[in-house]
């Protein structure tokens, strides 16, 4: 089935032909839906700390940054900012020549406000010898569209979303990546330094560090910290293979395989080489301009404080069934730790003599741990906070998306739709064990979660499979607790438009 050229081709790629083999069978088989127990809520695998523990969970996590652990915010940014301007693209290709879609006509009304106004003004006044207002009232709206999509222009169709200018101020407009910076330097350093970690895609790194270069002496002088920049690409071994839809190797006009980048799972392998105590991460689009940052900051420092507390607790408890000092009392003790505080249950755990009970109770508490900031639910697409089934039968918090959710099965679908909170992304990460070593973050991959499809190349249709998500399957078998933050930590950039939200303003 597979030619020495393909060999060929699938070696360069650091890809195994048993991953082949591998994958063409998850497209024959496809993914088993979970089993879930309920949506997550708050008194139900969501906590929603008081004022008073929210300054107690904040103090920790200064005490635990004083202590000169290293600290990284690990930002994904190889996403192309060319979904951002689906409906400006069908502009341009549209058979009228004026705003006519409501979403048209809002981007032009107000398109003094977008932080790019000014270097758009520019461009045109380059390229058409008008600016963005007289080209407007000649009725050329056109232009302005090309103008900002464009090579010629700004090229903001192919551009990653990091580098679009999002927010304005006085000294000049901020891209996303300068704003994480920023956030890297209010909650995230320590030893004053701050680690910033960009995953971005290979056409974008050498723009990504220019830029970077450009401003980083400003904000290190701004905030009085050394910054550590670092970059990294999602590996070409993490690709996969598609398929026709007959589930046969799908091959290019001149016969070879064609792969796909293996979606946002696949930058475990890059969280996994990061060298690091504390790991925060967030998407490169949900930032907001410095006046509103101030619950970013707190909201963050509190779920690290919920997690250093936590993994605290985690390292005791294994510290003391390494030592054998325990009696049944105590691995009771352990055992409501587990099931309360860290919201993992075996329902049939009172069957376990303590001998296995000992086992079964090291293995829990030492994996990697995440917290993660929720948000009430308003309608967002992506995924939502569950109690669900592992495939030991124990019972824990997850991150689903709506693919892994049986559609067919009312039940499930009532907790989907109805479900109180969203996931935004908004993590943080503890990656080393309790004698300081760190996890092999691949071996608590769930690879049952994975996902297809339906994609064309050239106009033939194709089968496309992704590997467990990052903060979904990838992280599975991760101790994973729940923590509400406030609406305010969560904005979004989807479209061109978002950025006229009175937050990015």
Same mark, same amino acid.
């Given at each position: 089935?597979?030619?020495?050229e393909?060999? &060929? ?7 195994? =032909? ?17 089993k ?15 004022d008073?523990? &929210? ?8 005490e ?8 990284v ?12 301007f689906?409906?400006?693209?069908s ?13 048209e ?26 600016? %963005? ?6 009725g050329?709206?056109?232009p302005? %569209?090309?103008n ?13 979303k ?6 304005n101020?006085?000294?000049? @407009?901020r891209t ?19 680690? %910033?970690?960009f995953?971005?895609?290979h ?5 990504? =560090? ?11 002088g ?14 070409p071994?993490t690709?996969t *293979? ?6 046969t190797l ?9 792969? &796909?980048p293996?979606?946002?799972?696949a930058l ?7 060298d ?6 967030k998407?490169?689009d949900?930032v907001?301009?410095?006046? #509103?940052k101030?619950?970013t ?6 779920i ?5 507390? #936590?993994?605290?607790?985690?390292? =005791?408890?294994?510290?003391?069934l390494?030592?054998?000092?325990y009696?049944?009392e ?17 329902p049939?755990?009172?069957?376990? =003599? ?5 086992i079964?109770l090291?293995?829990k508490?030492?994996? @990697? ?6 948000v009430k639910? %308003? ?5 939502g ?43 943080v ?9 760190p996890?092999?973050?691949p071996d608590?991959?769930?690879k ?6 339906s994609?064309?190349?050239?106009g033939?249709?194709l089968k ?19 923590v ?8 979004? *950039?989807k479209t061109?438009?978002? #950025? ?6």
């Open positions: 089935m597979l030619s020495q393909d060999l &060929r081709q699938i070696a360069s790629k650091g890809i195994s =032909e048993e991953q082949i083999a591998v994958q063409l069978e998850e497209f024959k088989t496809g993914f088993p839906f979970l879930l127990e309920a949506a997550a809520a708050v008194g139900q695998g969501i906590e929603a700390p008081s008073e523990e &929210r300054e107690a969970f904040i103090k920790a996590w200064n635990y940054k004083a202590e000169g652990r290293k600290i915010k690990f930002v994904p940014a190889s996403g192309a900012a060319s979904r951002m689906k409906d400006m693209f502009f341009l290709s549209a058979d009228y020549d004026v705003p006519t879609t409501p979403f006509k809002k981007y032009f009304d107000n398109i003094h406000k977008f932080a790019f106004f000014g270097a758009l003004d520019e461009k045109c006044r380059e390229n058409c010898g008008k600016g %963005v207002d007289e080209l407007m009232a000649d050329q709206y056109k302005v %569209v090309a900002m999509l464009e090579a010629s222009g700004l090229n903001y169709g192919q551009l990653p990091g580098m679009l200018l999002f927010h101020y006085e000294e000049g @407009p996303p990546m300068e704003e994480h910076l920023v956030e890297g330097a209010l909650y995230a350093a320590s030893n004053g330094e701050a680690n %910033v970690h995953t971005v895609s056409e974008h790194i050498e723009f990504f =560090e220019k830029k970077v270069e450009e401003k980083v002496d400003g904000y290190a701004k905030y009085g910290i050394k910054y550590n920049i670092s970059f990294s690409e999602q590996k071994s690709d *293979v598609a398929a026709n839809p007959d589930n799908f091959r290019t006009e001149d016969g070879k395989l064609l792969f &796909r293996g979606g946002h799972g475990i392998e890059n969280l996994n080489e990061i690091a105590d504390v790991i925060f991460i998407n490169i949900n907001v301009p410095d006046r #509103l101030a619950d900051v707190t909201y963050k420092q509190l690290a404080g919920v997690l250093v507390t #936590l993994q605290k607790k985690a390292f =005791e408890y294994l510290n003391v390494d030592s054998g000092k009696d049944h105590k691995l009771e003790e352990i055992i409501r730790f587990v099931q309360r505080d860290l919201c993992c249950r075996k049939d755990i009172k069957l376990l =003599e303590d001998a296995d009970l000992v079964y090291r293995k508490l030492n994996r @990697p741990m995440r917290v993660c900031g929720v639910n %308003v309608g967002e697409p992506g995924g906070p569950f109690l669900t089934y592992n495939q030991d039968g124990t019972v824990s918090l997850q991150i689903l998306e709506s693919s892994q959710i049986d559609k067919s099965n009312a039940e499930y679908q009532k907790m989907f739709t109805e479900g109180t909170h969203f996931n935004p992304v908004d993590l990460c503890a990656v080393k064990d309790y004698k300081g070593q996890f092999c973050l608590f991959v769930d049952s979660t994975g996902f297809i499809s994609k064309s190349k050239n033939k249709e496309a499979l992704e590997l467990p998500g990052l903060w979904n399957g990838a992280m599975s078998d991760w101790n994973t607790v729940f509400e933050v406030p609406l305010s930590t969560f904005n979004p *950039v061109v438009n978002d #950025l006229l939200r009175e937050q990015h303003q």
